[in-house]
């Protein structure tokens, strides 16, 4: 069972906004300002798509954006795309000097 | 560009050790702020943190794992290298290893690219 809990999936229509929860507690998320997302295809390595709550890595669209309330991270997709779908996951470090990760959450564009 | 090639076994019987090499270009573990760090999938489930390696030599572990791993650097060889003892077939996964870029501070554990992947079944 993984630290930080996601949905298992969510969905929606191409041009929509979907919204991807991550929840911690505050000896992770709450308490630091280092939050990550990845999304991975089947079969292929991860890609960093957020890191530090809200920051995007040179080449990701400005599609994708992170933040933070309390012990709960989210990232946001906006004006969704079919070559979105994937597997999405949510990361944290942690008041251990450890890093935890969530449970994943696959998008399905209907 | 930074990558990241893995090397290493498919297949370990258990109770062996599992020793994977992670060389990478494009980037140096001499550099003030980067480090490389291991990420283990098993089949169909969520990622795992295993553990991180600074510039400086610092390393972080997984505490429930942190009594079977090493990790260590050659820096002539631009290489991390990741040891598991005592291999079971519940470590059966899929095993990552992936850059941490310069930032701030070293809490900041985005992991920015990765490897291949190494998928490696414990098996005897």
């Known amino acids: 069972q993984s630290a930080l809990t996601q949905p298992a999936s969510v969905a929606g229509s191409p041009g929509q906004s979907i919204t991807i929860s991550c929840t911690g507690t505050s000896s992770d998320i709450g308490g630091f300002n280092y939050v990550s997302w990845y999304r991975q295809d089947p079969g292929k390595a991860p890609k960093l798509i957020i890191y530090?709550?809200?920051h995007r890595p040179s080449g990701i669209s400005h599609r994708f954006s992170g933040s933070k309330s309390g012990n709960t991270a989210s990232l946001t997709i906006s004006g969704l795309q079919p070559e979105d779908e994937g597997d999405y996951f949510c990361s944290s470090y942690t008041s251990s000097s450890t890093l935890d990760f969530g449970g994943g959450t696959k998008l399905t564009v209907l | 560009q930074i990558t990241l090639k893995q090397s290493g076994p498919t297949l370990v019987k258990p109770t062996q050790t599992l020793t994977l090499t992670c060389t990478f270009s494009g980037v140096s573990l001499t550099t003030g702020g980067v480090g490389v760090g291991w990420i283990r999938q098993p089949p169909g489930k969520a990622l795992e943190w295993l553990g991180v390696i600074y510039w400086d030599d610092d390393k972080w572990y997984s505490p429930s794992l942190k009594s079977r791993l090493t990790i260590t650097k050659d820096t002539s060889k631009n290489q991390v290298i990741l040891t598991m003892t005592n291999m079971d077939p519940v470590d059966t996964a899929t095993y990552y290893c992936a850059h941490r870029p310069v930032t701030s501070s070293r809490r900041s554990l985005g992991f920015d690219p990765w490897g291949q992947g190494t998928q490696v079944t414990v098996s005897s």
């Open positions: 530090d709550v809200s």
